[in-house]
């Protein structure tokens, strides 16, 4: 089919194109060639004599892995998140012009998606610089693997491997990963770890603090002398070991001494829904000039009283004569909060995502209920602002607990306590709650969202 097009390429590069299609498509055999021929390097079919693969030494390639479903990043109707638009072009055009720009990268292999062809080839339209694309595995890591030997044909000496969703990398960076890489060591940048670490125990209780000193959370592009790498890559498949979260960790793995380069706070990964808006609204994508994204969720619940000694309001156990009877821990607060921070993103009720048919979720806290509504809202791109909760009972008094109810409630929404609010009420004996047969609560989640809820 080459030939079809030979007029466009020079015959070196047919040649080479030639060679690297048996190493490509080594890796996934199924995959037709045509395939190859429309996404490897789109402009290569212009492509000038001097700066064809044969006629340049290949000293530095790039190894971009861009295969992955994004699912965190929101609705699949918005596409895989290394396609998502930020500034006006997809995340990994943003990624490909940072290694394209820079003098020192000499070709770049990409892994995708085998769905995600065209998405790719209109990604990648344009540039002046080899790109090979190779259909990507069920893993990070196996992807990585066909990239790699995607490149054998080069024989570059350094291979710098980046995620596909981290846009924001330097010049600076890429030249300190680089630089640091020599025939026995690579090189891999890192940012201290600034927060607290805590290691939960059971039932999400602190077991301990983690000391800070020493830890550096990974970036990439992680930098190595190829042969190595590729070869640590191959023996780990070999070995059956799929479990590495990094190319780092193979490479420690295989002996191979990893030295941390000045990573940069720029270069994040976009993950969330939310992250990809923020990536938008930085590059001047989405610069909003009318009112904000502000939603109100509301939320209720009531359970009745049954035998026990104690009910749980708010995340508190309060000692009573009675308990409430329900699902979970029967935590009419919690589960009233829970229906509206779901409801700020049409993202169903506390029913949809914890049956109370299911039994594994008899008797649990109802705080992981609330922190997986956390969890939807900020994934869909939200931001909670402000919380509050009404408690409607005769009985047990709420105001001796009020303050620890806040502290639990601002911990498991990462929320300060001035924006969290808890008060209750009688029903002045009326109905089953003026009787005490029961507690109700009414919850509101006032939440802000950068993009679209859907997305």
């Known amino acids: 089919m080459l030939k079809n097009r030979a007029p ?32 490897i390097m789109p402009s290569a079919m212009k492509t000038l004599p001097e700066q064809n693969l044969t006629s340049r030494e290949c000293k530095v390639a790039v190894v971009i892995v861009a295969a992955g479903r994004g699912e965190r990043a929101g609705s699949p109707v918005d596409g895989p998140k290394q396609y998502r638009l ?11 012009e940072a290694f394209c720009g820079h003098p020192r990268v000499d070709a770049i292999a990409v892994a995708i998606h ?14 002046d610089r080899p790109i090979i694309a190779v259909p990507g595995g069920a893993s990070r890591q196996e992807s ?35 630089e640091t890489v020599s025939a026995e060591q690579g090189a891999l ?67 191979m001494p990893v030295r941390l380069v000045q990573g940069s706070p720029e270069n994040i990964k976009l993950t969330w829904a939310r992250d990809i808006a923020l990536a938008d609204h930085r590059l001047g994508g989405n610069m909003r000039t009318d009112f904000p994204d502000v939603r109100t969720g509301n939320g209720y619940d009531v359970h009745a009283f049954g035998a026990g000694d104690h009910v749980a309001l708010c995340g508190i156990e309060i000692p009573h004569t009675k308990g409430l009877t329900g699902h979970s ?33 008899k008797g649990v806290r109802s705080r992981i209920f609330v922190e997986h509504a956390v ?25 001796p ?15 300060s306590s001035d924006r969290v609010s808890v008060k209750a009420t009688t029903n002045e004996g009326l109905g089953f709650l003026g009787r005490a047969e029961g507690i109700a609560a009414i919850a509101t989640a006032t939440v802000v969202y950068v993009a679209s809820p859907s997305g």
């Open 8 to 39: 466009f390429i020079d015959a070196q590069l047919l040649d080479k194109l030639n060679m690297l299609r048996n190493g490509v498509f080594a890796c996934k055999r199924e995959m037709h060639w045509h395939f190859f021929q429309r996404v």
């Open 401 to 415: 607990h009020r303050d620890a109810m806040l502290a639990e409630l601002s911990d498991m929404l990462q929320l």
């Open 114 to 127: 085998p769905d995600d062809d065209d998405l790719f080839a209109k990604s990648c339209a344009g540039f």
């Open 86 to 96: 930020i500034g006006g072009k997809p995340v990994i055009r943003r990624t490909l």
């Open 189 to 255: 940048p890192t940012v201290p770890v600034s927060d607290t670490l805590k290691r939960a125990g059971k039932d999400m209780q602190v077991e301990a603090t983690v000391p800070r000193t020493g830890l550096f959370a990974a970036q990439t592009p992680q930098g190595f002398p190829f042969h190595p790498i590729l070869a640590a890559h191959e023996n780990a498949a070999r070995a059956g070991r799929h479990d590495f979260t990094d190319d780092a960790a193979i490479a420690e793995w295989a002996g």
């Open 329 to 361: 821990d029967a935590d009419v607060g919690l589960h009233a909060l829970t229906d509206a921070l779901l409801a700020t993103c049409s993202a169903g009720d506390i029913g949809t995502h914890f049956p109370p048919s299911d039994p594994q979720w």
């Open 375 to 399: 969890e939807q809202v900020m994934a869909r791109g939200g931001s909670i602002t402000n919380v509050d909760i009404t408690l409607i009972c005769e009985a047990p008094k709420i105001g």
């Open 144 to 178: 990585t693997l066909r990239a790699l030997k995607a490149l054998d044909e080069l024989n570059p000496e350094i291979v710098l491997i980046h995620d596909g969703v981290r846009p924001f990398l330097d010049s600076a960076l890429i030249d300190r990963v680089i």
